[in-house]
């Protein structure tokens, strides 16, 4: 009788042929291990051949359309946006955007001066208070 190492190498067609010829001493495990040899070896095996094959297109298939959505994506994102004809215009553009960062950077430096001055002024009225 066959090991499973042994049996789990062979082809569908021994597999049946081994299946089909019913002269086969049964052993002393007798036809129902030979079955379950067979069953564990088709397991191992990982299934019919057309299966795998499907898998593997479909595998295959994906990874085309995911490559090709990629590159559409980067070269739509390569054209440039937003552009001006008039240099002045474009100009006064950069120095809006520059007047809006500066005066954003500017009320957040406030923010944090007004809170500094609010924490020291609480220090202070606590260091009062245990001194006192």
Known sequence: MKDIETVSKLTSEELEAIFDNTSLPAGKAGAGELLAKLEIAEETKGGSGRKIYTSWISGIAASLVLMLGIGLALQQSRAPKDTFDDPALAYAQVQEVFHQISSGVQHSK?????????????????INKVTK
């Open 110 to 126: 406030d923010a944090v001066a007004e809170s500094g001055q609010l924490i020291s002024s609480k220090m202070e009225e606590t």
